[in-house]
């Protein structure tokens, strides 16, 4: 389906956009929606784009169709040339409706704030003429007008207790195209002399496949029950049906860091565009005078630089943590979260996304909502019951 531009550059007004005014677009411009769950020519748009990331590719909504997950994609094309898209994850949740949810989108290139409205108009049109119950917005990172463009569309900050939650909002982002010399520079000097210990040690990191799965997820569970946590995802078989999806394209990597033939610790990352991104570690606890950690993490950066990437992604710090960070906190002690402080001492730079959007468009769930029912959703046992069924929903349980 086009959008044609009438002379004035102006789109025809959208009756179904639910109040949404209409915006002055370039003439030539025109938006294909899409349901179909490839698209080799939007992937390689987000590939190319600074920071891509891999929850706005096809290939990523190719894989949530597992666990019953449906993309709307709409993108916008100047003279046949992709400027900008949004992909929405669309679920269905037991017979009360649809729910939508919008991974780091939009994505536009720089300057195209107007192509950015036109996209959320879009997907709001097409919540709204669905009824879906509520649909959310989680920020690419570092957007400049996203958060203003919803917000004037009826969007309000995202519950915490409403799925999906534990958004990232802040990370530690480490450039990696400086020599090796200035990004160990940049390291706190604790951080580089235990990263002398682990090369000292004999430590080696080497590539992991398909069938370093189950180790890598009895290290990350290993990890998990020192910090006293449950591991997340909670079924091993959600990274084997990853890997079958994304790894024939590059998307992810697996890093094992091995004392002799013993694993110790090991790292799954996601590869997509100029950014490699750390998202799940795990560690046995052996060898920890010898600083595995610290070795693993510099060696995923000397290869994420030798591969070409331009930066490594921490993949989240705490909130608190971040506006210490952002006051020029250092101190241990201050930090809620105990990977902050070893997150840190890498060097990265602080990168930070509002808060989640979200906007309810079931008619009875609003009216719920505004009669005070979110003091109900916002209980403990509201919160127990909601993140229990996202789970099953993302196919993570």
């Not at 109040?19 to 987000?46: H, M, N, Y």
């Not at 040339?81 to 949740?93: A, K, S, T, Y």
């Not at 606890?285 to 992604?313: C, E, T």
């Not at 952002?326 to 840190?344: C, I, L, S, W």
């Amino acid at each position: 389906m086009s959008v044609l531009i009438d002379a004035a550059g102006k789109p025809p007004l959208d009756k179904k956009t639910n109040g949404c005014d209409s915006i002055p677009l370039p003439q030539g411009l025109t938006i294909e929606k899409s349901d179909a769950f490839a698209d080799k020519d939007w992937d390689r748009f987000v590939e190319q784009l600074p920071g891509a990331h891999h929850e706005q590719t096809s290939i990523w909504a190719q894989f949530r169709r597992h666990c019953g997950w449906q993309p709307v994609r709409w993108v916008a094309s100047l003279h046949g040339r992709i400027v900008g898209g949004v992909q929405v994850l669309v679920r269905p949740l037991a017979r009360l409706g649809h729910v939508g949810y919008v991974v780091h989108g939009p994505l536009c290139e720089e300057g195209r704030a107007d192509v950015e409205e036109m996209l959320v108009d879009k997907a709001t049109a097409h919540a709204h003429k669905h009824r879906f119950i509520y649909q959310v917005f989680d920020f690419p990172y570092c957007t400049r007008t996203l958060e203003g463009t919803l917000d004037r569309r009826g969007y309000t900050p995202h519950p915490l207790s409403i799925p999906p939650t534990s958004l990232i909002t802040a990370t530690l982002i480490m450039d990696v195209r400086p020599t090796h010399d200035e990004i160990l520079k940049n390291m706190n000097a604790s951080v580089r002399r235990n990263i002398r210990y682990g090369e000292k040690a004999g430590f080696e990191m080497i590539p992991g496949s398909e069938e370093h799965l189950d180790t890598f997820w009895h290290l990350m569970v290993a990890i998990c029950n020192r910090r006293g946590t449950d591991p997340s995802p909670s079924n091993p078989d959600f990274f084997k049906k990853l890997w079958k999806v994304l790894a024939p394209h590059g998307y992810v990597r697996l890093f094992l860091v091995r004392l002799g033939e013993e694993v110790v610790a090991a790292a799954f990352a996601f590869t997509v565009g100029d950014t490699a991104r750390v998202w799940k570690v795990g560690w046995s606890g052996a060898h920890q005078r010898k600083y595995p950690n610290h070795f693993m993490w510099w060696s995923i950066a000397r290869w994420v630089k030798a591969n070409g990437f331009k930066q490594l992604d921490f993949v989240w710090v705490d909130d608190h943590d971040a506006k210490l960070l952002a006051q020029g906190e250092k101190r241990p002690a201050a930090f809620r979260e105990g990977t902050t402080f070893f997150k840190m001492g890498f060097g990265g730079r602080l990168v930070t996304a509002p808060a989640a959007r979200s906007r309810f468009f079931h008619p009875a769930l609003r009216i719920f909502v505004r009669g005070g029912g979110m003091r109900l959703l916002e209980s403990c046992a509201s919160r127990f019951l909601l993140g229990g069924l996202w789970d099953r929903l993302a196919g993570q349980a």
